[in-house]
């Protein structure tokens, strides 16, 4: 009887072991990330990947009676895009825990040109005849119909060319500074967005501050003729005074005069502060008629002309920007109707452009577009590329999506960027237009994650950027995206910028004190003390230079700055890396860690002159040591500077790839600390950062297995 018993208990105690595993069997799918671009052309076909990870209990296979397949949602089984289904591969096998990657191509769908067209792109895992593993994640995608289009004015001279490493992420950081539009508060004059002398001095101050270096400036340019425009279908004139003249003056002189000064006084006190501009021409849609409220290009382009003969010797004067996204107006406003209305805005750009080649052969040019299939219209009157990108991350999806808002920020992007790149091949290219409006949300703290984000992005990327906006008006419809209050104060998005422009140096010190790219948290954290650090010192008439040597002049006299080393030196990393009781072994550790090489015997000595009579602490010697690579004139000191310049760019690409929840989750504990030290370990002076790029992507997928 006690061996029956015992036996009974034995196979209850079986049982209970099985039953729950009987529970939690099943299927199971969590969304990793998706690449689809925002923007697509009417009837192309574009390749774009969903990702998934198996986190059920079932293996994914496509036959049989109850297949697993990406499916079609909102609406649910739509031919929005040319299928409904994505397929396993014959006899494919997805285990628990893997991940699959749905790679296929769509059709955007067909519309009539003009049209402005929105659809939604989501993408769910589905066991045919059992049910919805995860209904996927929703993108927005704008539909732009753009025909093939020859302009009547090709370009007298091709666009001058720039060097492509200038309008990268770390040399390019710029912002637009547009004041108001008409459409604000209806008071139509032409200098209203325009910045005043006192306003445009505060801007500038805030822009060095965050970091920035170019700011781009929309000018209306007066018509020769002002007056009430026609009415159209659209309501015609917009100022708040029914039938009274559109601009301020109905003379064009005394109008082009206070442009004149206007345009003068930003670009002086930009010049003034080191900053750099993008003139933006403004005021025409179409060659041949009135639309809406713009006036044609024949009305303003002996104004036009002036303008831009008055400014061209002017030292703050960067590049001309044609016309702010012309077909995007053009489209949003109604008058991109018919293939002859396409034809007319891009004759009119390619004649604008005509007359800013006529009077300055010597800057660069550009067009601010909306839309990614636009921008073939203006690739040969551009220097550079200036696509605009705004990616709303406020868009609804299916209860059960485990994604953040924030996330899709970096796969949108990712995958517009691409995109962008593949239509204008060989163009050097920025982020001439991008934000968030935060008018409902209640927290500002919103519209700091998505600058982080979409920063971390471009960082990635290498793309230089400019945002939208700076502006000092109270007008709600500015201060929704405006980067500054009214008063001037730098917003808490303006803080993400401004401490980005820290990430190098923090990069930096990380390398010497850990081995490692810094995580994110930690960079936000001790770019926060630099950016303090430095804005202490300025209120004592003092600079703080944003390179490690000026970090270590200052080491002596900030004690913020001396904590946050501190940290570094004190933490477990530091300690398990280095061993500061054994001089000799310490200091040749240093160098291995940050130069990749042996030190010398006469730095060696050096160093431990420093060290033990020469009042330097240990916790400095890492910060030491790199300030004097940075500022040794030697050849092998011109080695070591490459050596962390390079280290250093690797660090930040890897840093800004923990773009979503799940990287960021993923580069925790020691593991995955030690293996981005491994990585950099491979980087010397003679590494070829974009070839080493990929190794990277390939590290980092299967360190968090996304």
């Known amino acids: 009887m006690a061996r029956q018993l015992l036996r009974l208990l034995a196979l209850l105690m079986v049982a209970l072991c099985i039953l729950p595993a009987m529970a939690r069997a099943g299927d199971g799918a969590t969304f990793i990330s998706q690449q689809v671009p925002n923007s697509m052309e009417s009837g192309q076909r574009y390749t774009v990947s969903v990702t998934y990870k198996n986190t059920g209990t079932t293996v994914w296979q496509g036959d049989g009676p109850h297949p697993y397949r990406l499916g079609a949602r909102n609406p649910i089984d739509n031919l929005d895009w040319g299928l409904d289904r994505v397929e396993l591969a014959p006899g494919e096998q997805i285990a628990p825990g893997q991940l699959k990657t749905f790679t ?164 002086d006190v930009a010049a003034a502060h080191g900053l750099k501009v993008v003139l933006a021409l403004d005021g025409y849609t179409k060659y041949d008629q009135v639309c809406f409220w713009k006036q044609s290009f024949l009305d303003v382009r002996a104004n036009a002309s002036a303008f831009v003969n008055r400014f061209k010797n002017h030292a703050a004067l960067l590049a001309w920007d044609i016309m702010n996204e012309p077909m995007w107006n053009a489209s949003a406003y109604g008058c991109l109707a018919t ?127 400019m945002l939208w906006n700076l502006s000092l008006s109270p007008l709600a419809a500015q201060q929704d995206l405006s980067l500054l209050a009214p008063d001037g104060s730098l917003k808490t998005a303006a803080r993400v910028v401004a401490r980005q422009q820290w990430y190098p140096v923090v990069q930096q010190l990380f390398l010497a004190y850990t081995g490692r790219p810094a995580d994110p948290a930690a960079l936000r954290t001790l770019s926060n003390v630099l950016l303090e650090v430095a804005r202490d010192m300025r209120s004592r008439s003092q600079t703080l230079e944003r390179n490690v040597a000026a970090v270590n002049r200052a080491y002596g006299t900030e004690p913020a700055l001396r904590d946050a080393i501190g940290g570094l030196y004190a933490s477990r990393e530091f300690q398990t890396l280095y061993q500061p009781d054994q001089l000799p072994a310490f200091i040749r550790a240093i160098y291995r860690t940050a130069l990749g090489r042996e030190p010398a015997e006469a730095g060696l000595a050096y160093w431990r002159e420093q060290i033990n009579y020469g009042g330097l602490s240990r916790q400095q010697a890492p910060l030491a040591i790199l300030a004097t690579a940075h500022a040794a004139p030697s050849a092998q000191g011109k080695t070591d500077l490459a050596t962390l310049r390079k280290k250093a760019d690797v660090a930040a690409y890897f840093s800004a790839s923990l773009n979503t929840q799940g990287r960021i989750d993923c580069f925790s504990g020691p593991g995955p600390a030690r293996a981005a030290a491994d990585l950099l370990r491979h980087v010397d002076a003679g590494t070829d950062v974009q070839r080493f790029l990929p190794v990277v992507d390939a590290s980092l997928s299967a360190l968090c297995q996304l």
Request: charged share 20%; glycine share 8%.
């Open 339 to 465: 293939p002859a209305d396409y034809q007319s805005v891009v004759d009119a750009i390619h004649a604008m452009y005509n007359v800013v080649r006529a009077a300055d052969a010597t800057h660069p040019t550009t067009v601010g577009e909306h839309k990614v299939p636009f921008l073939k219209y203006w690739s040969d009157i551009s220097s550079y590329a200036s696509p605009h990108l705004y990616i709303d991350t406020d868009e609804k999806v299916e209860l059960g999506a485990d994604v953040t808002d924030l996330d899709q920020i970096n796969f949108v992007q990712q995958a517009t960027l691409s995109e962008l790149a593949r239509v204008n091949p060989g163009l050097p290219m920025v982020i001439g237009e991008f934000g968030v409006s935060a008018s409902d949300r209640t927290a500002d703290r919103y519209k700091a994650d998505y600058y982080e984000r979409y920063l971390n992005g471009l960082a990635r990327d290498g793309r230089g950027f």
């Open 104 to 267: 296929f191509t769509v059709t955007a769908p067909e519309h009539a040109e003009g049209a402005q067209l929105e659809r939604n792109f989501q993408w769910g895992m589905v066991r045919e005849k059992r049910g919805w593993l995860h209904p996927g994640v929703n993108v927005v995608v704008g539909i732009a119909y753009a025909p093939p289009i020859e302009t009547q004015y090709p370009p007298i001279l091709p666009p001058v060319p720039v060097e492509p490493e200038a309008f990268r992420f770390n040399h390019f950081k710029g912002a637009n500074i547009l004041q108001r539009t008409y459409r604000d508060d209806q008071i139509c004059n032409h200098t209203q967005g325009l910045p005043d002398a006192a306003q445009m001095q505060l801007i500038a101050e805030r822009a060095v501050a965050m970091g920035l270096n170019v700011l781009r400036l929309p000018v209306v340019i007066p018509p020769k003729k002002p007056g009430t425009p026609a009415r159209s279908g659209l309501g015609g004139n917009i100022c708040r005074t029914p039938g009274a003249p559109e601009w301020e003056s109905a003379d064009s002189a005394v109008i082009m005069r206070r442009v004149y000064a206007s345009t003068q006084s930003v670009l």
